[in-house]
């Protein structure tokens, strides 16, 4: 069996810029890929590839086994390739079961007089959440009266509840605090445990490392590796992260400065 | 999947909210509460006001207004401004006059020869806009002042005057008057057909509001284009039908005007621009996009039409209408952000 996504080599340039380059990892249904980095290391680039809002200029991107140039998002998304962004998940004026059906709204009756089945729309919304585990009071509520995590889990369950395959989380646990990460980490395991393949974007490697199956380490643009969760340990990984040595000599640095 | 709605129950932390906190969420109920003050305090102080001639004034000021103020509003609902509404009035009349006038062209041809006109400028300030990713302010402002110099300059070149007159005689000018500027009769008192128009216009834009697909997307586009265009929301083909909208509704208003007064300057509808963005944030448009309503605008027009008319009833100078006005907008968007506040706070 293929892997539900796949890059090999794969690199990009903006310009003179090297972005991204020689980046290999897979993505399995029902795991989780991490990719892990600082900033400037490429995980935004890489996943602009992903999601079909950039197109890769070197290597290949595989989707079920099939060599991909992705245009645009609608196509990543008709491939099954949902992406949920840290910042712009949802929109927060408008009321939860609008923004849980938005671009995929169900319509009754025909011609010009189709119009919104507001009542179907409400009634999944609340059970398509309700079977995610996420406890909503009023599906009319704006979403702007949501918490940062809810409002992730909102956009992740939606992802879900329309069929994608893969799963893309652009930072989902970045701007909270730890309860709620926590909550978002549970619904990120959920939609592994359902068979989605997910790629998880994150600089904090104690996010990563509990829901993860398998870790893409990047730096400058370039892959530190693709590991196994079997062949690396969460310390090996953060001292990865914070680039080893270079951290050892900076607290060297800030122990000599402090005295 | 249709029969998981019986496994919901009601969820027992939502009180069932009483009228009044329902109402205060609406974005139209300031604009009500101001249009029912407004209709009280001129129903008291002059005794036209509420004759069946006076209410027939002040409601057709209302529907010329209001007709554009809900398109607007749509647009503005959809995150943009259009500030050529006004001026698109009078180039729309100018179109339909010199071509039924001066080249002797059906007057309904020459009505559809400037809704496609109309259509087109729209299509092009959408296009501009989603293209440069300038502000509309910016780019419907150029339109504006374009289209100000074209009214004048090409009514001055073929007429030698600023106004183009005499389509009374034109042919197909009988049945086009009677759909777009005839009068009916309610009460024994003559009514404008504008008023027809506007609730006309109204309802649709409400409808296509709330009900529609389209409109979920008119509210997305303005609420975060960035999130909309994440999920598949064509973000620039709604906009430009919102301008081509808006475009639309002031060819319907510049039709109704020629027709009825068969004769058009061409500096006429300068400033009128305003007059539709006042209305809407009135009716609880936010001047940010993502939130507002149409029937709110069509009240936000009807205060405009009613103060207008009313200043006049009263015998004051209509200078303080602009005074008026400039409350009225404060008030409003001071009103509208306390909403906004409340909808976009999170609890962390």
Known sequence: MSALLEVRDVGKTYGSVIALRDVSTVVNAGEVTCVLGDNGAGKSTLIKILAGL????????????EPVQLS????????????????????????VWR???????????????RVLDRRKAKDETRWALADMGIDLRDA???????SGGERQCVAIARAVHFGAKVLILDEPTAALGVKQAGVVLKYVAQARDRGLGVVLITHNPHHAYPVGNRF??????????????????LEELTRQMAGGAELEALQHELRGAAQ | MSDFSGTLTTDERIASPGLLTRLAVRPEIGALIGALVVFV??????????????????????ATIGIVSVAVALLMIGGEFDLSAGVMTAST????AMLSVKLGVNVWLAIVVSLVFALAVGAFNGWLVMRTKLPSFIVTLGTFFALQGINLGVTTLVTGTVQVSGIATAPGYASAGYLFASTFTLGGSPFPISIVWWVVVTALAAWLLVRTRFGNWIFAVGGSAASSRAVGVPVGRSKILLFMTTAGAAWL??????????????????GLEFEYIIAAVIGGCLLTGGFGSAIGAAIGALIFGMANQGIVYAHWNSDWFKLFLGIMLLAAVLVNNGFRARAERARR
């Open chain 1, 216 to 233: 893409l380490l990047l730096k400058r643009g370039r892959s530190l590796g693709s590991f196994d969760k079997k062949d690396i340990s």
């Open chain 1, 54 to 65: 950039h197109q890769h200029d070197a290597g290949q991107f595989l989707v079920d086994g």
């Open chain 1, 72 to 95: 645009s998002p609608r196509e990543a998304l008709d491939r099954g390739i949902a992406t949920v962004y840290q910042d712009l998940a949802v929109v927060p004026l408008m009321s």
């Open chain 2, 253 to 270: 208003v510049g039709t109704i005007n020629i027709l009825r007064f068969t004769t058009v300057q061409a500096n006429q509808g300068i």
């Open chain 1, 140 to 146: 009319e509520q704006p979403v702007g009266t949501l």
């Open chain 2, 41 to 62: 305090f001129f129903t008291v102080i002059t005794s036209q006001f509420v004759t069946l001639a006076g209410i027939s004034t002040w409601m057709d000021t209302s």
């Open chain 1, 99 to 113: 923004n849980f059906f938005l671009g995929s709204e169900p319509t009754k009756g025909f011609g010009p007089f």
């Open chain 2, 93 to 96: 009349s100018l179109v339909t």
